[in-house]
């Protein structure tokens, strides 16, 4: 494991996630199996793109563009070990099943996550302790995070993280019944959230409190939904169904500009501007298989295009089911034999330690012979000290996620120092004795 930047770790770490979702905001699950999100999203005369993730799923960028990389992450405070799906999978863009709710999903979730970092809220999606974003959801150029926060502590971070990463502010305007509204100061240029809605079970980010309104008004009832304004919508989710990921198009939408923005990628070729999409993605590691639910609707699915959408969703190397009616498309299928993959594994991760030591380094390491601690006179780094003596063959310090370690022998060593990732980290002081290693100290950063 390697470091490769700030923004790409920020986001990696902004969607891992716990699968438990917060009752006060939960999106999942609605009346008669009918999934809650289909209620979230808005009407709009232009059409609209929506993503929904559950956290039990992340993505990171990756190369030069976006593209999901999805990650399973247990509760937080678990010794359980966080797995992901293989890149030839994933990567594998072109299979048609994939390519909708992968790409177009993939790219409305990275944009939804870096406006909760550019707020300074990352911690909010950082998944290390409770209180965190359970569910997220974007629509129309709106995101929202569900969960139970606590307003003032996010009020202080929107207020005070972002003058500290140098970028514009945001500042308190108005408290209503529901929300704590805050604006981003100074000229932003066009770029990025401007405008944040915070209350004790949801935090929406907009270009503006027109935006963030509807959404709200659309999850209240108080305004039309897709539901409401799209023929077989209703159809469209119950078909689809829940997920882990969730991606849908809406309305008379540039196939190739699907979400209104000239950055955002086309979600494939397959679909034509009339066609409403939304297609499911859901995890299954225990049974070592995902499944992808897709339907379509549109009022120009003529024989010859039912015929040619089924010629396409057959080629993909998976177990397919399809199913088209009047008006109506749907497949699903599974990919199956899925090799799930440990994430972030680290050499020293199955070393024993504690009471479960080999005897030989009990008996060359006595209790509490090393103390590791900040360096008081290197900013930004940490010190390993040996302050009674141990009969080792060799030391090594290691800091996991800054994948830095130093190794040295143990005669000459009175200080060691090494530079964590100050953020977070873990560092791990390792012994060999007689070929057999164990890990005698470790010191959470920070």
């Not at 003032?152 to 500042?171: F, I, K, N």
């Amino acid at each position: 494991m390697t470091t490769d930047g700030v923004n790409r770790r920020q986001v990696l770490r902004s969607l891992a996630a716990t699968a438990v979702a917060a009752s006060a905001g939960c999106l999942s699950g609605g009346d008669n199996g009918t999934p809650e999100y289909a209620k979230l999203v808005p009407a709009a005369e232009d059409g609209v793109t929506f993503a929904y993730l559950r956290y039990d799923i992340t993505e990171r960028t990756g190369g030069d563009s976006p593209r999901v990389l999805p990650i399973l992450f247990p509760a937080p405070n678990t010794d359980e070990r966080s797995v992901e799906l293989p890149d030839r999978l994933l990567g594998n863009r072109e299979d048609p099943l994939l390519s909708f709710v992968l790409g177009t999903g993939g790219w409305l979730l990275t944009a939804a996550s870096f406006a909760f970092l550019g707020a300074g809220l990352g911690s909010l999606v950082g998944r290390r302790s409770p209180g965190t974003v359970e569910e997220l959801f974007v629509a129309g150029g709106v995101t929202m995070g569900t969960g139970a926060f606590d307003t003032e502590d996010v009020g202080q971070q929107l207020r005070t993280e972002t003058a500290a990463a140098g970028s514009e502010t945001y500042e308190f305007v108005e408290e209503t019944d529901t929300f704590r509204f805050y604006e981003r100061q100074g000229d932003t240029g066009g770029r990025g959230a401007e405008t944040a809605a915070v209350s004790k079970n949801r935090i929406l980010f907009g270009r503006d409190r027109d935006g963030i309104e509807r959404l709200v008004e659309t999850a209240r009832g108080e305004r039309a939904s897709a539901a409401d304004r799209f023929d077989g919508f209703d159809w469209l989710a119950d078909t689809a169904g829940d997920g882990s990921l969730v991606t849908g198009r809406l309305g008379l939408l540039d196939v190739d500009d699907p979400s209104g923005d000239p950055a955002s990628p086309s979600p494939s070729s397959i679909f034509r501007r009339e066609d409403n999409v939304v297609s499911a993605l859901n995890l299954n590691p225990g049974a070592d298989e995902i499944s992808v639910d897709l339907a379509v609707h549109t009022d120009s699915l003529s024989p010859d295009r039912r015929d040619a959408l089924e010629a396409t969703f057959l080629t993909g190397s998976h177990e397919t089911s399809i199913s088209p009616e009047n008006g109506q498309f749907s497949v699903s299928g599974t990919f199956n034999e899925i090799p799930f993959q440990p994430v972030q594994a680290d050499w020293t991760d199955d070393l024993p330690s504690g009471d479960s030591l080999p005897p030989e380094i009990q008996e060359a390491v006595p209790e509490g012979a090393v103390e590791i601690s900040e360096a008081p006179d290197r900013e930004g780094k940490y010190q390993v000290e040996v302050v009674e003596e141990i009969q080792v063959d060799e030391i090594t310090v290691r800091a996991i996620i800054a994948d830095r370690e130093t190794t040295t022998d143990p005669d000459s060593l009175n200080r060691l120092l090494i530079s964590p990732n100050l953020d977070d980290d873990e560092i791990r002081v390792v012994v060999t004795v007689d070929g057999v290693s164990g890990i005698i100290a470790t010191e959470e950063v920070p």
